[in-house]
């Protein structure tokens, strides 16, 4: 799968930064299936607070997510993997290239990949966040605090997928698998 995604044809009118006060270094590519960018990883441990995401573990946890679950809730970042785009904005709208909340995404680190939907929404400038459910399957320290990674992170989103309902960790993978096999196939 990471050679399909190994040259970028972007579709971001710029680039994106990994973190506050770093340079903007990330473009936003795409192919006919995806779009996709490679980034570091931080927490996202916005939703449902649990036992290690809440207001006290993490100093920005928010409540609420952008896409809620079936029932209306809050997605939880301790139990379902999700990835985070950034707001729409000039430099790009994620909506405007078959992404939505419930998206199907691929997060591939080191030698593991784990399916995961798109769950919640950051900073229009900044790319390159996850749950910590997300984190921990990909075997990075899912701490909201010291957590993540600094690099080597593949985010692959299918255009036009989505899970029914969001919250549905085991459609995401079964959805997940399909969609990346298809992937690589429509490359031949």
């Not at 809730?73 to 430099?91: F, I, N, W």
């Not at 593949?154 to 096999?181: C, H, M, N, W």
Request: overall charge negative.
């Amino acid at each position: 799968m990471l050679a399909r995604v190994s040259g970028c044809t972007p579709v971001s009118k710029g680039r994106y930064r990994k973190d506050r006060g770093r340079a903007a270094t990330v473009p936003v590519c795409g192919t006919r299936e995806a779009v996709y960018w490679k980034a570091d990883m931080d927490i996202d441990c916005d939703g449902r607070p649990g036992r290690h995401c809440n207001a006290a573990t993490d100093p920005h946890f928010s409540s609420s997510t952008a896409f809620a679950q079936s029932d209306g809730r809050a997605l939880s970042s301790e139990k379902l993997p999700y990835v985070v785009v950034p707001a729409p904005s000039s430099l790009w709208d994620y909506r405007e290239h078959g992404v939505r909340g419930g998206s199907v995404a691929a997060v591939v680190y080191r030698d593991r990949v784990s399916y995961a939907v798109v769950g919640d929404t950051g900073p229009a400038d900044i790319i390159g966040e996850a749950s910590y459910a997300a984190a921990k399957s990909l075997g990075i320290d899912p701490d909201p605090r010291s957590g993540g990674t600094p690099s080597g992170v593949t985010y692959i989103v299918f255009k036009d997928s989505r899970v029914t309902p969001l919250e549905d960790r085991e459609a995401a993978e079964t959805q997940g698998e399909r969609l990346a096999r298809e992937f690589v196939d429509s490359a031949d």
